[in-house]
């Protein structure tokens, strides 16, 4: 028997707590248990485990080991999932959550050509989950537009989103165009916020931050019904450049104050999931190919 299986055995028998246990679930005996563990010992030169007639209670050299046999049966592990993973087909069902906005606009064109790319996968597009229900709820992968907070999760970048404050012609042509930030607090304004009395939209001018005040004419927790009110001629609206390419192109909304660089300047937008250590192919899969097409 080699060091690595003598490690995994020992792992197994301070889990389970007992010769006898360790040997029903390795389809073997107590004693053959015992001589292994016995040989690991010798090999060490320290005894791993104190005896007794019913279980096996880790020394301090035992719980030592423990922490490191641990991290290498998991990382042998995780190695052979890994070869496995390049030559299995990703199947099964991939649970992904995202806000409607992103799943509508942003994730939902991409998902015929990732179908079609993998034809065994299933996707479950959920409604957006905090970040502690991840886990809970057993799903994938998220998908998060925003600076994230420190969390145990893994978050790979895919792509940065950039802000635009537009307007329709119908809605310039009766109020004005802005000519400086400042000409906003007299302008009916669209705000994502709805929680709040008066939102703060921040510029760079001159290489200073400008803050000014607006008091929404409209606020909805929704981009869709932001640029749907912006179109129809109601305000000027903040929205990522991402999800109004085709207004922009056909003049349906135009840009304000372009000159005038909205702060933050981007906004990442991530894949979030629970653990890189064992991750599924069909999580694997799905995110590299959001990181290629986004990218």
Not at 7 to 27: E, M
Not at 122 to 149: C, F, T, W, Y
Not at 251 to 277: C, D, H, M, N
Request: charged share 25%; hydrophobic share 45%.
């Amino acid at each position: 028997m080699d060091d690595l299986s003598l490690l995994k055995l020992f792992v197994l028998v301070a889990d389970v707590g007992s010769f006898s246990a360790g040997a029903r679930l390795t389809n073997t005996t107590p004693s053959a248990v015992s001589r292994q563990i016995s040989r690991l010992e010798q090999d060490l030169g320290a005894r791993l485990l104190q005896r007794s007639t019913r279980r096996q209670n880790l020394t301090e050299a035992g719980e030592v080991l423990l922490v490191h046999a641990k991290q290498v049966v998991e990382d042998l592990e995780a190695a052979r999932l890994a070869v496995s993973n390049l030559h299995s087909a990703p199947r099964g069902v991939l649970r992904i959550t995202a806000e409607a906005d992103l799943a509508a606009t942003f994730l939902a064109p991409l998902l015929p050509e990732f179908l079609e790319r993998y034809p065994d996968l299933k996707l479950r597009l959920l409604p957006s989950a905090s970040m502690e229900d991840l886990v809970d709820r057993n799903l994938d992968v998220a998908i998060r537009m925003g600076h994230l907070q420190s969390s145990t999760l893994i978050a790979r970048r895919l792509t940065t989103s950039r802000s635009v404050l537009v307007a329709s012609p119908s809605y310039l042509e009766r109020r004005g165009v802005p000519q400086r930030p400042g000409d906003l607090r007299s302008h009916a304004c669209l705000s994502f916020r709805a929680d709040v009395e008066q939102t703060v939209w921040r510029f760079d001018v001159a290489g200073e931050q400008a803050e000014i005040g607006i008091s929404p004419r409209l606020q909805a927790p929704s981009l869709l019904v932001l640029k749907n009110a912006a179109k129809a001629g109601m305000g000027i609206a903040m929205l990522p450049r991402w999800m109004m390419e085709e207004e922009l192109g056909n003049g349906a909304l135009v840009p304000i104050l372009p000159e005038y660089a909205l702060l933050p300047s981007k906004t990442p937008i991530s894949a979030v999931y629970a653990s890189g250590r064992n991750l599924a192919s069909k999580v694997r899969v799905f995110i590299d190919f959001l990181g290629e097409r986004m990218g």
